[in-house]
């Protein structure tokens, strides 16, 4: 948190964080994993508890796909109740040269590249969630280490989200109690395969996947009303709804009582 200050104040004075490619938001995702990395060196002497080892592919597949039937659920959501409706700007129509390019742009090209290119920013937080720090509450025993990961991880983002514009709405202390409400939970998913793995490269793919369908692919299908603030995207209430389901199941038919997979 000490480190991330110095991003914060740049975020809270500019009044935005620029997801597309500023550097400051690379150096911030950065910080956790760095931050990871030293303390494994000093502690462990080694860099074992970041757990960069190997996976399948169908781990693989559920590690993307998750963050995936999410959005799209999200956005059946907002259509059926209203809140949003179907559509397309005219700006992003003519900057993309019609409809046909709007397709491949954000249902080809973003799902792929795009979500190899976020890898590059969320491996560094996942080095340091889901591996220095998953792997330090895991050998000191303590319980539901995924739920106070998601904890953690959710205040470090609180000031982006309460004094910038990040995830954020007219209310955003009620964004920022949402926002914690979706990071726990999909942190008992990210904890889950973590577990089942040993590799830290899940998290990073779930991590991307869902940044990229959350933040720049389905939303290019909506025309937003006033409630989509509320209801849409990371602080919504539909995605909270999603991963709180999906974090009771996991919880109930992987989970001991202390909240380690059995």
């Not at 998750?66 to 809140?83: E, H, K, N, R």
């Not at 397709?103 to 080809?108: C, D, E, N, Q, R």
């Not at 991307?208 to 389905?218: C, D, F, L, R």
């Amino acid at each position: 948190f000490l480190l991330s200050s110095i991003c914060y104040w740049h975020f809270i004075f500019a009044g935005d964080v620029d997801l597309d490619g500023d550097y400051w938001v690379f150096a911030i995702m950065w910080i956790p994993g760095t931050v990871g990395v030293i303390c494994s060196l000093i502690f462990d002497g080694n860099l074992k508890s970041i757990a960069f080892r190997l996976f399948t592919m169908k781990q693989l597949a559920i590690a993307y796909g998750f963050p995936v039937i999410a959005s799209i659920l999200v956005f059946i959501l907002l259509l059926i109740t209203g809140i949003d409706q179907f559509g397309i700007t005219p700006e992003l129509l003519k900057e993309q040269g019609g409809v046909s390019g709007v397709l491949v742009t954000f249902l080809l090209i973003t799902p792929i590249f795009w979500v190899l290119r976020g890898m590059c920013y969320t491996l560094g937080e996942e080095m340091g969630w889901r591996g220095f720090l998953h792997s330090r509450f895991q050998k000191s025993g303590i319980p539901h280490p995924y739920i106070i990961t998601g904890v953690i991880w959710s205040l470090w983002h609180f000031p982006v989200i309460l004094f910038s514009n990040y995830a954020t709405s007219e209310m955003p202390y009620l964004s920022a109690l949402i926002f914690m409400v979706m990071v726990v939970s999909i942190s008992v998913f990210l904890g889950w395969q973590r577990e089942r793995s040993g590799s830290v490269w899940l998290g990073v793919v779930t991590h991307a996947a869902h940044n990229i369908w959350m933040q720049s692919v389905y939303p290019v299908f909506l025309i937003t009303g006033s409630l989509d603030q509320y209801f849409g995207g990371e602080s919504g209430i539909f995605l909270a709804g999603l991963y709180v389901v999906a974090a009771i199941y996991i919880y109930r038919t992987q989970f001991t009582s202390k909240g380690y997979l059995r």
